[in-house]
């Protein structure tokens, strides 16, 4: 089946400094992975996604993904961390049966001036 | 419009109170799904809707009722709740195939006292 692991419930980086969030996948298929971000009291947005067109992803707000089969990892990536970056992220997959969207359990991420 | 309208934003409601979720989206998205979000926690999946017919309930209590007026449409209807239903109500819609992931609404926040 279909899973995310999201290694670190928090992160914390200084403005500026680059922000690192790793999310690991198991899939017996190849997989579609996307990263959301949530902001306090809001829904989800959608920060990028991969779906086999590209390994290295780019997405919204100067964040980027890159897919590695052999590492299984699609971490997402920042150069320069913003004091607005500070959210919840999440890393979802589409599950076996193409019906929905699993979720890895979170990371918060700090950003402090 | 890219946008899912998620009314209404916050809601409280007591135990014997029977109220309604909506959802709305203009995108001609043919997908939508309804999700519960506690507190420091990922989406949990609730409902598939597809082409206007249920295709998942994942074994959700009868006290959550879904209902597909139209394509652009989604309800939830509430009754005797519990106050361990309070939570984020997300609603998302996608787009016929997975790999283009999901348009969150903003939610609602629901409070059962």
């Known amino acids: 089946a279909q899973s995310v692991t999201q290694l670190g419930s928090h992160v914390s980086v200084s403005e500026g400094a680059l922000v690192l969030l790793r999310c690991n996948y198991s899939s017996s298929v190849p997989p579609y992975l996307f990263w959301y971000v949530q902001y306090p009291n809001q829904g989800l947005q959608l920060l990028l996604k991969?779906?086999?067109?590209?390994?290295l992803v780019k997405g919204i707000n100067g964040f980027e993904a890159e897919f590695k089969k052999s590492e299984t990892s699609f971490h997402l990536t920042k150069p320069s961390a913003h004091m607005s970056d500070a959210a919840e992220y999440f890393c979802a997959v589409v599950n076996q049966a193409g019906t929905a969207l699993i979720f890895g359990k979170g990371t918060t991420l700090s950003v402090s001036s | 419009d890219t946008e899912v309208t998620q009314t209404p934003k916050h809601l409280v409601m007591g135990m014997t109170n029977k109220k309604s979720l909506k959802c709305e989206q203009h995108m001609g998205h043919r997908a939508m799904y309804w999700y519960k979000q506690k507190a420091k926690k990922p989406p949990e999946l609730m409902f598939v809707?597809?082409?206007?017919?249920?295709?998942i309930n994942e074994s959700v209590p009868s006290r959550f009722s879904p209902e597909c007026p139209n394509s652009s449409l989604l309800n939830l209807h509430l009754h005797a709740l519990q106050p361990e239903d309070s939570a984020l109500y997300l609603c998302a819609s996608s787009q016929e195939g997975q790999r283009y992931g999901y348009t969150f609404g903003s939610g609602t926040r629901l409070t059962v006292v």
């Open positions: 809707y597809s082409y206007e017919k249920l295709s």
């Open positions: 991969y779906t086999s067109a590209a390994t």
